[in-house]
C-alpha cells in the first residue's frame, strides 16, 4: 500500500485542521493505521491510531479529547481531525499502516511497514 499524507498548512493556536491519509495500491481494510508526528530536534512520536477491525481507536495523552481519527471506507482514506491545535503540535505529521502491528505497539512507529511523506503543521501563538 502506498499512502500520501496532505492537509497541513499554518494555522493560529486555537484553530483547526483535518488531516488526510490516502491510500493506493491496497485496501485500508486491512491495515491499522496510525498518526505520528516529528518535531525539530524532537523523537517521532505517536498521535493516534484506528483500526478497520473494530478494535477502536488509541490517542496520545497529549492529544486525546482534541484529536479525532476516522476513516471514509469508499475514499480509502484516513483522517485526522485536530481541534484547539497549540503551538506544541507544530510538527510534521505521518500517516502509516501495519497488517502485522499487534494493538499493544499501536504506539511503536517501528512497527508500522509503509509510510506517508509527512505534512506540515505550523501553530502559531
Known amino acids: 500500500v502506498q499512502l500520501q499524507a496532505f492537509g497541513g498548512g499554518l494555522v493560529q493556536a486555537g484553530g483547526s485542521l483535518t488531516l488526510s491519509c490516502a491510500a493506493s495500491e491496497g485496501t485500508l481494510s486491512n491495515y491499522r493505521v496510525g498518526w505520528f508526528r516529528q518535531a525539530p530536534g524532537k523523537e517521532r512520536e505517536f498521535v493516534a491510531a484506528?483500526?478497520?477491525?473494530?478494535?477502536?481507536?488509541y490517542y496520545a495523552s497529549s492529544v486525546k479529547g482534541r484529536f479525532t481519527i476516522s476513516r471514509d471506507n469508499a475514499k480509502n482514506t484516513v483522517y485526522l481531525q485536530m481541534n484547539s491545535l497549540k503551538p506544541e503540535d507544530t510538527a510534521v505529521y505521518y500517516c502509516a499502516a501495519s497488517s502485522t502491528v499487534h494493538l499493544s505497539a499501536l504506539s511503536n512507529a517501528g512497527e508500522y511497514s509503509y509510510w506517508g511523506q509527512g505534512t506540515q503543521v505550523t501553530v502559531s501563538s
Open positions: 484506528f483500526s478497520w477491525r473494530g478494535e477502536g481507536t
